[in-house]
């Protein structure tokens, strides 16, 4: 859980600098650093796409996953959904900033995919391009909120700890192949989260989340047969 606990610590280290510039970051600075991430995001995704679909024996599986898997996603709604829930539980001042934190640090395709490459494969590239990301988002926000953004640690900690376990307890299931189509929708997903970051496109990749599941349940009924 390496990883993870890279995670945990640069959100916490994060919102200490952050809380000790009282007046917050200038917004041509916040802009500057978020523009820096979105470039990291971004390339990331590209690196991840480029790299998996070589290896693909399904071609066309990730069309059916992003579109499916958005499709679902718009349904349900998940992007206002998310937003309505955060809304709901900000209450005070320093609430709206935990309830953002909490859903900026652990619903996303880095915080989700990271434990999972980091329990299967022991590789914990996700997980540290997530904690960079992470840092400078709790560094910003506990500029305006304080040091209790340091709390969001906590929550990050139990959800990347219980998909790093569960994905260890299901290790035998997760197939190569699975893995491949699983890793090249999320290099889209992580893509998508890039551009809106840049403010190039608002890709609402909350909604794209289901598409995770699509590669999922195609290869293990692949496998029965």
């Excluded at 945990?8 to 523009?35: C, D, N, P, R, V």
């Excluded at 990291?40 to 995704?45: K, S």
């Excluded at 569960?166 to 299931?173: D, K, N």
Aim: neutral net charge.
């Amino acid at each position: 859980m390496l990883g993870t606990i890279v995670n945990t610590a640069t959100i916490i280290t994060g919102s200490i600098i952050g809380s000790t510039f009282k007046k917050g970051i200038k917004e041509k600075h916040q802009a500057a650093l978020f523009t820096a991430m979105g470039m990291a995001a971004t390339g990331l995704g590209v690196n991840a796409i480029v790299q998996n679909m070589p290896k693909s024996n399904y071609p066309v599986l990730f069309i059916v996953s992003l579109a499916l898997g958005g499709l679902i996603g718009s349904i349900l709604n998940l992007d206002e959904g998310f937003q309505r829930l955060a809304d709901r539980f900000s209450v005070g001042h320093l609430s709206k900033g935990l309830s953002t934190g909490i859903l900026l640090f652990c619903i996303g395709t880095l915080s989700i995919l990271g434990p999972i490459q980091s329990a299967l494969n022991g590789d914990h590239t996700y997980l540290f391009t997530n904690a960079t990301l992470d840092f400078v988002t709790s560094m910003v926000l506990a500029s305006t909120y304080g040091i209790g953004m340091a709390l969001t640690a906590i929550v990050l900690f139990c959800w990347q700890g219980s998909i790093y376990l569960l994905a260890l307890a299901l290790g035998a299931f997760m197939t190569p192949d699975m893995m491949t189509e699983l890793s090249i929708v999320g290099g889209f997903l992580i893509f998508g989260s890039g551009l809106s970051i840049l403010g190039i496109k608002d890709c609402k990749t909350m909604n794209m989340l289901p598409s995770l599941i699509i590669p999922l349940i195609f290869c293990a009924v692949i496998a029965l047969f």
